[in-house]
């Protein structure tokens, strides 16, 4: 009871009460004034002219890929860290990803010219907080400065690229707005974008009915759902409104978290953290603070003083029918799939990612974060 008592504050009480009040209006459908005022906000905080919300962040992927003119067979260029549904959402469009590595700083290690020549498209996956380095997507788009960006912002909330919040790379941005990112609206996903030309075809693409104030004559279109619908829950909205207020000081609180941590570890021979320049650069966060760490027996006395989750994205990029996007459909179209006979375990550094639980981060104090480092160390 104590613990349920815990977790009430002001602000999940006015999302629980407006949630109660809109139902009760059977404002719970479509898009009321609650939902657009939600969306301008937080263009606003992110610096952007359009914010559309949709059902999730896959949903959003889909719709982001089709509104920057994809064409089918295309090569699209991504880290192997990428979120199985967005490899998916690539291939049903029927053009191919093209995987990129990563070092144990999680950044991307540069492909060779020709696969960089190769492709149309980059799609950016700022992950667990930590932002692309800035100068090697300026080096691939020194190399190819037709290559078109997507970014991928659900774990990287109030992260700042260069200057910039991230979402500031490309023409386009989508993000997860699912319960544990960082903007939660239960489930829910977001386009951003400072194109009303990308924004008016996202609207016809997949949102029905909606109104569409650029260009009315294009309103018709939005009867139709080209790429299905995909519409958010607007109630949704309510308690994202509430954490987009509260993102700056959750960001702060997790970021002073991790430099307790990164005091402890930094220069530490058996455990890598990613490099850090620059604390106030990352935000958002999704599952912790990642590590790297080969030592089963450094794991288990980490495991004793802090909660740690093993990286656990499937490596859809060494399974074939994940690089074809006719393989691809065709294992959609069998009647039996498999699992075990698709997927091989990661051969590279994904086998020793591990993460710092970052509810249990985000539970403990300053203090008791110092005291089970300190105890990790005598206990060695
Ligand atoms: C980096 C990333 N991108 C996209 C998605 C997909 O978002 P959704 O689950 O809302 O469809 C996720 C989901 O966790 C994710 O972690």
Known sequence: MIDFLKKITLNKLKVSFYTFYYSL???????????????NDISKYFNKKFAITFSNGTTACKAALYSIGLKKDSKILLSRI???????????????PIFMSFDKNLQF???????????????????????????????????????????????????????????????????????????????????????AKIKEKITYLSHLNKKNPIDE??????KIGFIGKGRMNPLGAIKASYKLKELDERNKKIRNKFKIIYNHLDNNKSIKLPNVVD??????????????????????????????????????????????????????YSAHIELEELLTKPNDDRRYLYFFSLEHLINTSEKDIND??????NDL
């Open 279 to 332: 604390f106030d650069k990352l935000g958002g966060f999704f599952y912790g603070l990642p590590f790297f760490v080969e030592s089963e027996k450094i794991l288990k006395k980490l495991s004793k003083n802090f909660v740690i989750s093993k990286y656990d994205w499937l490596a859809l990029d060494l399974s074939e029918n994940f690089n074809n996007p006719e393989k691809f459909l065709n294992l959609i």
């Open 25 to 39: 209006l059977n404002q719970d459908t479509k898009y009321p004034k609650y939902l657009t005022k939600f969306e």
């Open 109 to 195: 290690i540069l492909p060779d010219r020709e696969t960089i020549l190769s492709c149309k498209y980059f799609l950016i996956t700022h992950a667990y907080g930590y932002p692309v380095d800035r100068e090697i997507v300026e080096k691939i788009k020194e190399i190819n400065p037709k290559i078109k960006i997507i970014e991928d912002i659900s774990h990287s909330q109030g992260a700042k690229s260069g200057n910039n919040q991230v979402g500031s790379l490309g023409d386009v941005a989508f993000m997860s707005m699912q319960g544990n990112k960082a903007i939660s609206a239960g489930e829910g996903g977001l386009v951003l974008t400072d194109s």
């Open 372 to 377: 089970k480092m300190q105890k990790f160390f």
């Open 82 to 96: 990428t979120f199985p549904s967005i490899i998916s959402a690539i291939l049903l469009t029927g053009c191919k």
């Open 217 to 222: 004559k294009l309103e018709n279109l939005t």
